[in-house]
């Protein structure tokens, strides 16, 4: 596990060399189809001939939700051991290691119709006054949710009026983790502000392949637009913004590297919350041995 730019992937591969593994990927973006630049998706080269398992499984029109993401890992992990081989999950999507590690809650399917309404009352009400209104329906979840987080407020709501039951209810409804046996070893800075330095330079790298025109070729592709899941990821929404004339070619520039230190910033939050996580530092040519030492401390 860890942040986006810290070399998760190049260390996943050396370790499956090692140990005959094979790569389970925990990404929520690269599960997308023709999205290869802005997702830093791994080329042939860099797989180094391991498999990699959840990657270009469904088109950017189509929606993910953390049970497929659960069902379909499952499935791998099986799959995997069954061949007397061993599974590697690699990625940065923390809502995804959590939901293998303590289940996932049986939260109810968007309701786009509830959710544009709501959206609507957003914008000639304001944030505050519907924070106000979650507060009335549902504490629990208005006490988790800060005032100014209009996708999460609208989220809440949204599920208190396709239901009649609040989020925090749903939420309550879990299901089991899934029945594995996990070493858990999360990457992160020794210093932050090497891993910005990397973020910028990576988005710079990404524009210099090509990321434009991957964007004007899925929008010619796939019907896409700003609420479409896999138009929100950082970098994608930031470009789709400068298409649209919502931002200069340097505002999506630096909003871009903006977001994806956030994005990073978020990661690392759950990271540090992780209690069993073994830590390793970003760039330590030590980290492979590491690994497989005490993988095989923690393996019966």
Known sequence: MGPTATGKTALAVETAKAINGEVISVDSALIYQDMNIGTAKPSEEEKQGIPHYLIDIISPQEQYSVADFVHDTNQCITDILGRKRVPILTGGTMMYFNALHHGISNIPEADKSVRQKIQIQIEHLGLSKMHERLQAVDPQSAAKIHPNDPQRITR????FESTAKPLSYWQAQKTDALPFD????????QNRSELHLRIEKRFEQMLEQGLLAEVKHLLNKYCLDADTPSMRSVG???????????????QMKERSVIATRQLAKRQL????????????????PSNLEEILQKVCVSTP
Request: net charge negative; hydrophobic share 50%.
């Open 156 to 159: 809440a709501l949204e599920v």
């Open 182 to 189: 996990f070493v858990n070893f999360s990457i992160v800075p």
């Open 236 to 250: 994608y929404r930031q470009v789709l913004q400068y298409f649209n004339d919502e931002l200069s070619f340097e």
């Open 269 to 284: 939050t759950w990271l540090n919350a992780w209690s069993d996580a073994h830590v390793l530092y970003m760039n330590n």
